[in-house]
């Protein structure tokens, strides 16, 4: 046999070296051996699409945050919804607030090659403010009013009148207008991309200009990123590949963790934190709060047609027992639909008591005297508000038991779950929201006004007075007369109680201490560009 030359024998060695040194750079993965580090991030329960325009759920847009960008963004680095420039890197608004002109960024591409621009804008909206008939785009009636062609859709026109510049004219001013351009459904995708893959994208393809490039999913198990090489900012992203990782139990996900399977996750059950705080090899995170848990009831079937019974119910939960058990104290129970956070939450509304006395009162006087019987729903998965949704409901389901009302309890996996109550198909659920933009508005308008009716308002519930009270709001511009509107609001939503509200959640999240440059974000989504593995 003929000898190789020590050239070749050299050779070897040298790239034996080289995919040793791969494998030791820092990932958690042994697919990072080729491609840098690896951030695996552990979550409770898999992403619906991939198109951020047809979603409302926070396990998508925790994925599609690093695909794609936004016109404007938040100031993620010091965990604030202060508004900044993005795709966008400057704007002025003129015409008594009702004409925004954007300056674009230069040199920005897609991840398929082809240029953003302003007529990329111009697509994204007219696509969004078109879908009516599809109904699939449900985040934006609920945030701008309508779709094109009804009356109480805010935005008039959406122009390029160069390559560089966008034009929005509104109907009205829009004291919310700008942190909803931050939003993540509102984030552009590539034209090129929408139109060739059709109703398949967001499930085969997702193309944003955003620090990482959508490459596989494996449903409910994994969804994997890799680098945008060509991200404009320079220097970003630190992680080279990103893998989001279903593990739908939180003690199940916090061993995966503790093994080295994870790297960092979220739905932390609040009984383990203690512990986690004595553990070098772990750091605790904390999401600045902005979130409400609430069980709704479907305002339009029998028996919460009826106000007295919503309000008998109100006053059948044990919400201090429900914080002690299930969130280890570590929760505020909660009285309006938004936290005390915002701009004009109204601390003088008084919560309504737990009194099981009273409420069989009003249940008779609502004609149910010897209470009914009913179906909560609940999703399977914990979420930074309810981090033991079952547990939760179950808890419910006991308080309600003594007043006579009998609750079969129903578990529904997350995806199916939002479409389902999208759909009206909930005589009570629980849900709950995490704000995206910091401002009320979000709150009140989105998930409680008619406009919201088929998109985030699963209670259906529909009131008149509120929403000419939460369109004027919308239309102030000063802040003390929008915090007087939002007093009126939630006096009305406080009596007529399409909601009990739970609880205002301190979410927390905990990684490995080799992590880097992590601040969780107070709107749920989790812009990872920044992170790096020490």
């Known amino acids: 046999m003929r000898r190789k030359p020590l050239i070749f024998i050299l050779s070897v060695f040298v790239v034996l070296a080289m995919a040793l040194a791969g494998c030791s750079s820092g990932g958690s993965s042994s697919s990072s051996a080729s ?63 009702t004409v925004y002109t954007f300056n674009l960024r230069t040199g920005v591409k897609f991840q398929d090659g082809t240029p953003f621009n302003a007529q990329a804008v111009v697509y994204n909206f007219d696509r969004w403010m078109n879908g009516k ?115 739908p139990d939180n003690s199940a996900r916090l061993n995966a963790l503790k093994n080295g399977e994870i790297d960092l996750m979220d739905g932390v059950n609040p009984s383990d934190v203690a512990g986690l705080k004595g553990n070098n090899q772990l750091q605790v995170y904390y999401r600045p709060p902005m979130n409400i848990a ?54 003088s509304i008084k919560p309504y008591p737990y009194d099981l006395t009273q409420a069989k009162k009003l249940l008779a006087q609502a004609g149910y005297p010897h209470g009914f019987s009913t179906t909560l729903y609940t999703m399977s998965n914990p979420r930074d508000y309810i981090p033991e949704p079952e547990n939760v409901a179950q808890s419910i389901q006991s308080t309600f038991g003594k007043i006579g009302v009998k609750v ?51 209670s259906f519930y529909s009131n008149n007075q509120l929403h000419n ?26 009596n007529d109680a399409p909601w009990v509200p739970l609880v205002y959640a301190q979410p927390v999240l905990v990684g490995k201490s080799t992590i880097t440059g992590y601040k969780p974000s107070p709107t749920g989504t989790e812009p990872l560009d920044t992170v790096n593995i020490k």
Not at 469 to 486: E, G
């Open 408 to 458: 079969k309890i129903v578990t529904v996996e997350w995806s199916s779950y939002i479409d389902k109550l999208m759909k009206g198909g909930a005589p009570m659920y629980m849900m709950g929201w995490t704000g995206d933009n910091g401002d009320p508005d979000n709150f009140l308008y989105t998930l409680l006004d008619k406009d919201a009716i088929g998109s985030n308002n699963f």
């Open 294 to 347: 609430y069980m709704g009831f479907n305002v339009t079937m029998k028996p919460f047609n009826n106000v007295k019974v919503r309000q008998a119910l109100n006053m059948a939960v044990d919400k201090s027992g429900i914080i002690k058990a299930f969130y280890n104290g570590q929760a505020q129970a909660a009285v309006n639909p938004m936290p005390p956070s915002l701009l004009g939450y109204d601390k």
């Open 133 to 247: 008939a599809s109904g699939k785009f449900a985040y934006f009636p609920s945030m701008f009013g309508g779709y094109k062609g009804d009356s109480a859709l805010v935005i008039q026109s959406v122009t390029a009148p160069n390559a560089n510049t966008v034009v929005f004219t509104l109907k009205r001013p829009s004291a919310p207008f700008l942190k909803n351009l931050a939003m993540s459904p509102f984030a552009i995708s590539s034209p090129t991309a929408i139109k060739k893959y059709g109703n398949n994208y967001g499930s085969t393809a997702a193309v944003g200009t955003g620090a990482y490039t959508f490459k596989s999913w494996k449903r409910n198990d994994t969804i994997t990123l890799v680098k945008n090489k060509n991200y404009w900012k320079k220097g970003l992203p630190k992680i080279s590949t990103l893998i989001f990782k279903v593990i």
């Open 35 to 97: 491609a840098g580090k690896t951030l695996i991030f552990g979550r409770g329960a898999d992403t619906t699409s991939l198109d951020p325009a047809t979603v409302t759920d926070g396990e998508s847009f925790r994925v599609t945050q690093n695909i794609f960008d936004t016109l404007v963004s938040y100031d993620y680095s010091k965990q604030s919804t202060n508004v900044i420039p993005s795709l966008a890197t400057s704007w002025k608004i003129t015409n008594g607030g």
């Open 469 to 494: 009270i939460l369109i004027a709001a919308q239309s102030q511009t000063n802040d003390a007369k929008r915090v007087a509107l939002y007093d009126q609001a939630q006096v009305i939503l406080h």
